[in-house]
């Protein structure tokens, strides 16, 4: 038999309203600790469950946030995802609310995607998608809170990483390293955070008078690219990342090919995820705190939904991290 909230209130000698209040910690309420204590004990004492349907009606909240990835994947075992999902993680668990991961629906029309996300299942979503993404732009236009993190929304509060300062702290420690001619390594997918690292990239190596290139590297085909790379002629002698996973693939195809990196060709990453799959080996990167930005992201997300106003554009400033690959 289902224990119902009135069985609570009438064993505690209480209201259902001061039960309910006890039970959901609302703290607006005065009660006496003892009776707080006490329906909270009978409570587990019969085993009640509430029902979170008719809850969320009551308040008018699920206590439940999402993250919502556009890209087509939410696979926490990548280390970009893994930093954000549980910096998300921890600050829901800090104000006792839960986490709900949509990250698999590119196949779904947009319309479908959005009404899964605005369904009533979710009192927030934390976005992480390109700026033209047509789910983010709907979101925008409508009623559920809403933050992007790590790509900028122009019309969503936006917890980005200042991806100019990286990479102009990343060009500044190759070029003191004597390195004039250097390529950029570009992603098959369009990330804002990327645009800015490529635009800051050659900026900076304009205003030095350095020789800047771009190259795509499938992971795939790693050691294609690398021997296709170091035969051209005038090759640069560094390549920049646009993150570390990409760094490390370049890395361990170096080390089979018997290149001697940083002497034959020195390799930065960013992102600042390191690793140990390459012992003895540490990758020169820039540093973001992701989970950092990912409590923050929350926090704005928790902010909004309680009515408040927060900041346009959060930019989290990134540090070098030296290593004996460059």
């Not at 505690?12 to 959901?24: E, K």
């Not at 060709?265 to 930005?293: N, S, Y």
Request: net charge neutral.
């Amino acid at each position: 038999m289902q224990v119902k909230l009135k069985d609570i209130a009438e064993r505690a000698g209480v209201s259902v309203s001061t039960a309910s209040n006890a039970l959901n910690g609302y703290t607006k309420s005065r009660i006496a600790r003892e009776t707080l204590e006490r329906v909270n004990r009978i409570a587990d004492e019969l085993g009640y469950r509430p029902n979170a349907i008719a809850r969320s009606l009551k308040f008018q909240r699920t206590d439940t946030i999402a993250f919502y990835t556009g890209y087509g994947f939410c696979d926490v075992r990548d280390r970009f995802l893994g930093e954000v999902v549980t910096g998300i993680q921890h600050a829901c668990d800090q104000i006792d609310i839960d986490l709900l991961l949509f990250g698999n629906l590119s196949k779904l029309p947009v319309s479908q995607i959005h009404r899964k996300l605005t369904s009533g299942k979710i009192d927030g979503v934390i976005v992480h998608a390109a700026p033209e993404d047509p789910v983010a732009e709907l979101l925008a236009q409508g009623s559920l809170p809403a933050v992007a993190i790590a790509d900028a929304q122009p019309r969503l509060p936006s917890i980005v990483a200042d991806d100019v300062q990286g990479m102009e702290i990343l060009v500044d420690y190759l070029w003191k390293k004597g390195h004039r001619k250097i390529a950029f390594s570009i992603p098959h997918l369009h990330f804002a955070s990327v645009d800015l690292r490529l635009g800051a990239f050659e900026s900076a190596m304009a205003s030095r008078g350095g020789e800047a290139s771009t190259v795509r590297m499938p992971w795939e085909e790693t050691r294609a690219f690398l021997e296709k790379f170091l035969a051209a002629p005038g090759r640069p002698t560094a390549v920049c990342c646009w993150h570390d996973d990409s760094a490390y693939y370049l890395l361990q195809t170096c080390i089979e090919m018997g290149v001697r990196v940083p002497d034959d060709l020195a390799v930065v990453g960013f992102d600042g995820l390191q690793e140990g799959r390459i012992p003895g080996r540490k990758l020169v990167t820039a540093a973001v705190p992701w989970r950092l930005m990912a409590v923050d992201a929350t926090t704005n997300l928790i902010e909004l939904r309680g009515g408040g106003v927060v900041e346009p554009l959060n930019r989290f400033p990134v540090s070098l991290v030296p290593g004996d690959t460059a």
